[in-house]
């Protein structure tokens, strides 16, 4: 298990730019590939983007596809989410998580540790 802490949300006008942290209490953050999932009120945690364990793969759901990029940094132990150009309803939280495996997991059930400390809610 992963302790996971992120910060950076906020409110945001349309069009704005943002950058989510995700700090990583851990001294082999190297061993997980790191997502971000968005979950809207009343709906279920979706896959945003996640990036393997060296830094060198990246997926991104559809949707964000060009606007979004995550990276990570392994000296900081912190993944992060550069959101650019938010749409005007983008309500919801997104929170990260960590995944032991190799790759970039889309699936939920992949990442067995997520973010413990407050979500970050993006609302613009």
């Known amino acids: 298990q992963v302790h996971l802490v992120e910060s950076g949300g906020g409110m945001v006008q349309p069009g704005a730019s943002l950058r989510l942290s995700c700090a990583a209490s851990?001294?082999?953050?190297?061993?997980?590939?790191m997502g971000w999932f968005h979950q809207a009120p009343g709906k279920a945690r979706e896959f945003v983007a996640t990036?393997?364990?060296?830094?060198?793969?990246?997926s991104y759901a559809r949707s964000v596809q060009g606007r979004f990029i995550i990276s990570r940094d392994s000296v900081k132990n912190t993944v992060y989410l550069q959101m650019n150009n938010l749409p005007p309803e983008d309500p919801g939280v997104y929170s990260c998580?960590?995944?032991?495996?190799?790759?970039?997991?889309?699936?939920?059930?992949?990442?067995?540790?997520w973010g413990q400390g407050p979500q970050v809610p993006v609302s613009s």
């Open positions: 990036i393997s364990r060296s830094g060198l793969t990246t």
């Open positions: 851990e001294r082999t953050f190297s061993s997980y590939a």
């Open positions: 998580a960590a995944a032991n495996t190799a790759g970039t997991p889309l699936d939920v059930a992949a990442f067995a540790s």
